[in-house]
DNA sequence: TCATTGATGTTCT
DNA sequence: GAACATCAATGAC
């Protein structure tokens, strides 16, 4: 099976060729997918910002030690998140996904989000409501079903915009660190600034 | 068992 | 732009 990710690269590189790809979630109400628009990149071991610094290892990190490809799924103020493993086994660097341009099932998405527009999933916490994501799929693999990604439907962005993460301050120099990778131009890009391009930023 | 703390979202000003 | 809702994981005891 032909795959999205190389272990060879750096998780932030990772993060950049995750845009664009189609994710997809299965589930018995129907079948939502989007478009990711923007990532952050979490470098484990070393990166004070992320749940694993320092080789952490508590029973919630347990996905992000397994290899690459399995998700990672946490929550706080009621918001869950989604995540993805970029290293092999016990190299706990993963990928947040913070927003999707949706595509398929956007009706759904309306629905579980109780409104429509540009605010369905231009957020990490939004967008893994908008698609019933639940911690039921922590620790699946994201190349299978029900949520797996797409490399067939998968776009170019025609320009990366490399920013600091949000939501992380007091973490030194991890703080300002650009490792937030959004598709310029994308309106469902999350606490977005600057204009929308036309083309909503793909090639 | 209990207190603290967020990789956030919504609402109000 | 600032307050707060609201809860599970974590770590101290």
Redesign the pocket.
């Known amino acids: 099976m032909s795959f999205w990710f190389n272990t060879d690269l750096p998780t932030e590189e990772l993060a950049q060729q995750l845009l664009g790809c189609l994710l997809i979630k299965e589930t018995e109400e129907g079948v939502t997918s989007g478009w990711i628009v923007e990532t952050?990149a979490?470098l484990g071991e070393m990166d004070q910002?992320?749940?694993?610094f320092g080789l952490?290892k508590?029973?919630?990190?347990e996905a992000?030690y397994q290899s690459a490809g399995t998700i990672?799924i946490?929550?706080?103020?009621?918001?869950t998140?989604l995540?993805i493993v970029a290293k092999e086994a016990g190299d706990p660097q993963?990928i947040?996904i913070r927003a999707l341009e949706p595509h398929s099932g956007v009706e759904l998405m309306e629905q579980r989000?109780n409104?429509s527009g540009l605010?369905v999933t231009s957020?990490?916490?939004?967008?893994t409501k908008a698609m019933g994501i639940t911690?039921e799929d922590y620790g699946t693999s994201i190349s299978e079903p029900p949520l797996y990604l797409s490399s067939d439907q998968r776009r170019i962005p025609k320009n990366i915009i490399a920013s600091p993460?949000?939501?992380?301050p007091n973490k030194g120099k991890w703080t300002d660190e650009p490792l937030r990778f959004t598709v310029g131009g994308n309106p469902y890009v999350?606490r977005k600034k600057g204009t929308v391009d036309l083309d909503l930023g793909w090639q």
Do not use: D, F, V, W
Not at 49 to 52: I, K, L, Q, T
Not at 58 to 61: A, D, G, N, S
Not at 74 to 79: F, G, L, N, P, V
Not at 123 to 127: F, V
């Open positions: 952050e979490y910002a992320a749940h694993s952490r508590t029973p919630r990190l992000m990672y946490y929550q706080m103020h009621t918001h998140m995540n993963g947040l989000r409104m605010g957020g990490p916490g939004k967008l911690r993460r949000i939501g992380i999350s």
